[in-house]
Protein backbone atom coordinates (compact mmCIF):
# COMPACT_ATOMS: atom_id res chain seq x y z
CA UNK A 1 0.00 0.00 0.00
CA UNK A 2 1.43 3.50 -1.03
CA UNK A 3 1.41 6.57 1.45
CA UNK A 4 -0.81 8.44 -0.37
CA UNK A 5 -3.45 5.58 -0.32
CA UNK A 6 -3.11 5.48 3.32
CA UNK A 7 -3.24 8.31 4.10
CA UNK A 8 -6.60 8.56 1.74
CA UNK A 9 -8.10 6.08 3.48
CA UNK A 10 -7.66 7.61 6.88
CA UNK A 11 -8.76 11.22 5.61
CA UNK A 12 -12.31 8.93 4.44
CA UNK A 13 -12.48 7.23 7.66
CA UNK A 14 -12.66 9.83 9.55
CA UNK A 15 -14.10 12.38 7.38
CA UNK A 16 -17.51 9.95 7.01
CA UNK A 17 -16.81 9.03 10.95
CA UNK A 18 -17.09 13.10 11.28
CA UNK A 19 -19.96 13.56 9.19
CA UNK A 20 -21.86 10.83 10.89
CA UNK A 21 -21.24 12.66 14.09
CA UNK A 22 -21.15 16.49 14.43
CA UNK A 23 -19.78 16.41 17.86
CA UNK A 24 -16.79 14.35 16.34
CA UNK A 25 -16.42 16.58 13.62
CA UNK A 26 -16.47 20.02 15.91
CA UNK A 27 -14.04 18.19 18.21
CA UNK A 28 -11.33 17.71 15.16
CA UNK A 29 -11.85 20.81 13.35
CA UNK A 30 -9.87 23.87 13.20
CA UNK A 31 -10.79 26.22 15.57
CA UNK A 32 -7.89 29.21 16.23
CA UNK A 33 -9.95 29.80 19.31
CA UNK A 34 -10.35 26.93 21.08
CA UNK A 35 -6.65 26.41 20.23
CA UNK A 36 -5.36 29.68 21.62
CA UNK A 37 -7.91 29.20 24.88
CA UNK A 38 -7.28 25.89 25.64
CA UNK A 39 -4.39 24.87 24.43
CA UNK A 40 -5.78 21.81 21.76
CA UNK A 41 -2.71 22.13 19.76
CA UNK A 42 -3.89 18.92 17.99
CA UNK A 43 -5.98 21.02 15.64
CA UNK A 44 -3.42 21.92 13.53
CA UNK A 45 -3.36 18.31 12.49
CA UNK A 46 -6.79 17.14 12.91
CA UNK A 47 -8.66 19.55 10.62
CA UNK A 48 -6.96 18.52 8.17
CA UNK A 49 -8.90 14.67 8.14
CA UNK A 50 -12.16 16.17 7.97
CA UNK A 51 -14.12 17.56 5.50
CA UNK A 52 -16.86 19.78 5.51
CA UNK A 53 -19.37 17.14 2.67
CA UNK A 54 -18.74 14.33 0.25
CA UNK A 55 -18.25 16.97 -2.40
CA UNK A 56 -15.38 18.56 -0.70
CA UNK A 57 -13.82 15.09 0.05
CA UNK A 58 -14.19 13.69 -2.75
CA UNK A 59 -12.79 16.55 -4.86
CA UNK A 60 -9.48 16.99 -2.45
CA UNK A 61 -8.88 12.96 -2.37
CA UNK A 62 -8.92 12.45 -5.84
CA UNK A 63 -6.11 15.49 -6.41
CA UNK A 64 -4.30 13.63 -3.72
CA UNK A 65 -4.12 10.74 -5.51
CA UNK A 66 -3.68 11.61 -9.10
CA UNK A 67 -0.43 13.75 -8.05
CA UNK A 68 0.32 11.69 -4.92
CA UNK A 69 1.11 8.68 -6.22
CA UNK A 70 3.39 10.10 -8.91
CA UNK A 71 5.36 12.66 -6.18
CA UNK A 72 5.85 9.05 -4.11
CA UNK A 73 7.94 7.97 -7.33
CA UNK A 74 10.09 10.68 -7.59
CA UNK A 75 10.48 11.12 -4.43
CA UNK A 76 11.76 7.82 -4.79
CA UNK A 77 14.33 8.45 -7.42
CA UNK A 78 15.33 11.85 -5.56
CA UNK A 79 15.68 10.56 -2.08
CA UNK A 80 16.33 6.64 -2.04
CA UNK A 81 15.40 4.83 0.99
CA UNK A 82 14.78 8.13 2.71
CA UNK A 83 12.01 9.29 0.80
CA UNK A 84 8.71 7.82 2.96
CA UNK A 85 9.78 10.21 6.46
CA UNK A 86 10.55 13.18 3.44
CA UNK A 87 7.03 12.51 2.10
CA UNK A 88 5.24 12.49 5.16
CA UNK A 89 6.97 15.63 6.19
CA UNK A 90 5.74 17.47 2.55
CA UNK A 91 2.27 16.30 3.57
CA UNK A 92 2.05 17.07 7.08
CA UNK A 93 4.86 19.94 6.53
CA UNK A 94 2.12 21.63 4.31
CA UNK A 95 -0.85 20.93 6.82
CA UNK A 96 0.83 23.06 9.80
CA UNK A 97 2.44 25.67 7.53
CA UNK A 98 -1.19 26.56 5.49
CA UNK A 99 -3.09 26.67 8.71
CA UNK A 100 -0.73 29.65 10.40
CA UNK A 101 -2.35 32.28 8.52
CA UNK A 102 -5.88 30.97 9.79
CA UNK A 103 -4.71 30.88 13.03
CA UNK A 104 -3.18 34.13 13.05
CA UNK A 105 -6.33 36.21 11.81
CA UNK A 106 -9.25 34.25 13.92
CA UNK A 107 -7.16 33.47 17.23
CA UNK A 108 -9.88 35.57 18.75
CA UNK A 109 -12.83 34.57 16.53
CA UNK A 110 -15.07 32.05 18.26
CA UNK A 111 -17.26 31.59 15.25
CA UNK A 112 -14.44 30.22 12.90
CA UNK A 113 -14.13 26.87 12.04
CA UNK A 114 -12.18 25.22 9.43
CA UNK A 115 -11.34 21.88 8.04
CA UNK A 116 -9.86 19.96 5.30
CA UNK A 117 -6.89 18.81 3.41
CA UNK A 118 -6.42 21.23 0.89
CA UNK A 119 -3.20 23.17 2.61
CA UNK A 120 -1.00 19.60 1.89
CA UNK A 121 -2.94 18.18 -1.16
CA UNK A 122 -1.52 21.77 -2.16
CA UNK A 123 1.51 21.11 -1.23
CA UNK A 124 1.73 17.75 -3.18
CA UNK A 125 0.57 19.68 -6.49
CA UNK A 126 3.12 22.28 -6.37
CA UNK A 127 6.08 19.55 -5.66
CA UNK A 128 4.62 17.93 -8.79
CA UNK A 129 4.93 21.24 -10.56
CA UNK A 130 8.52 22.00 -9.43
CA UNK A 131 9.63 18.62 -10.58
CA UNK A 132 7.79 18.53 -13.77
CA UNK A 133 7.25 22.63 -14.85
CA UNK A 134 6.39 22.16 -18.84
CA UNK A 135 4.56 18.51 -17.99
CA UNK A 136 0.97 19.47 -19.10
CA UNK A 137 -1.52 20.23 -16.97
CA UNK A 138 -5.57 20.41 -17.63
CA UNK A 139 -8.87 20.97 -15.89
CA UNK A 140 -10.92 17.73 -15.42
CA UNK A 141 -14.55 19.33 -16.70
CA UNK A 142 -12.33 20.80 -19.98
CA UNK A 143 -11.08 18.78 -22.01
CA UNK A 144 -8.00 19.57 -23.49
CA UNK A 145 -7.25 22.76 -22.16
CA UNK A 146 -4.31 22.40 -20.76
CA UNK A 147 -1.43 24.50 -19.81
CA UNK A 148 2.30 23.39 -19.48
CA UNK A 149 2.47 22.87 -14.94
CA UNK A 150 3.94 26.05 -14.03
CA UNK A 151 1.97 28.06 -16.00
CA UNK A 152 -1.43 26.48 -14.36
CA UNK A 153 0.41 26.68 -11.22
CA UNK A 154 0.54 30.07 -11.32
CA UNK A 155 -2.75 30.94 -12.66
CA UNK A 156 -4.12 28.71 -9.78
CA UNK A 157 -1.98 30.71 -7.24
CA UNK A 158 -3.46 34.11 -8.84
CA UNK A 159 -7.03 33.16 -8.61
CA UNK A 160 -6.84 32.09 -4.93
CA UNK A 161 -5.16 35.10 -3.75
CA UNK A 162 -7.72 37.02 -5.27
CA UNK A 163 -10.44 35.18 -4.13
CA UNK A 164 -8.29 35.51 -0.31
CA UNK A 165 -8.38 39.32 -0.67
CA UNK A 166 -12.04 40.37 -2.60
CA UNK A 167 -14.05 37.31 -1.52
CA UNK A 168 -15.73 36.42 1.14
CA UNK A 169 -16.23 32.62 1.19
CA UNK A 170 -15.77 29.83 3.49
CA UNK A 171 -13.19 28.31 1.77
CA UNK A 172 -9.75 28.68 3.39
CA UNK A 173 -8.06 30.24 0.45
CA UNK A 174 -4.83 31.21 2.02
CA UNK A 175 -4.69 27.81 2.67
CA UNK A 176 -4.57 26.67 -0.77
CA UNK A 177 -1.72 28.87 -1.94
CA UNK A 178 0.63 28.62 2.09
CA UNK A 179 0.41 25.47 1.07
CA UNK A 180 1.33 25.43 -2.41
CA UNK A 181 4.63 27.70 -1.15
CA UNK A 182 5.43 24.87 1.65
CA UNK A 183 5.66 22.60 -0.95
CA UNK A 184 7.76 24.06 -3.65
CA UNK A 185 10.17 25.85 -0.51
CA UNK A 186 10.61 22.34 1.29
CA UNK A 187 11.05 19.48 -1.68
CA UNK A 188 13.44 22.75 -3.02
CA UNK A 189 15.45 22.90 0.00
CA UNK A 190 15.42 18.96 0.62
CA UNK A 191 17.14 18.90 -3.09
CA UNK A 192 18.52 22.22 -4.16
CA UNK A 193 19.49 20.69 -7.62
CA UNK A 194 15.99 21.18 -8.91
CA UNK A 195 16.26 25.05 -8.48
CA UNK A 196 19.38 24.35 -10.75
CA UNK A 197 17.70 22.49 -13.47
CA UNK A 198 15.16 25.22 -13.61
CA UNK A 199 17.71 27.36 -14.22
CA UNK A 200 19.64 25.22 -16.62
CA UNK A 201 16.72 23.77 -18.67
CA UNK A 202 14.08 26.05 -18.94
CA UNK A 203 15.67 29.50 -17.71
CA UNK A 204 13.21 30.21 -14.46
CA UNK A 205 14.37 31.93 -12.05
Not at 27 to 47: A, G, T
Request: a positive charge; proline letters at 4%.
Amino acid sequence: MTITLFVLIANVLISVSCLQNREYFFKLDFQPYMIQRNKEWYRFLSHAFVHADGFHLVVNMYVLYTFGKTVEAQYGRLFGDLWIPIFLLLYFGGVLFSAIPGYARNKDNYNYHGVGASGAVSAIVFTYILINPMRPLGLVFIPGFDLPAVAFGLLYLIYEVYMDRNRKSAIAHSAHYFGAIFGVIFTASMKPELIIRLWNEYGFF
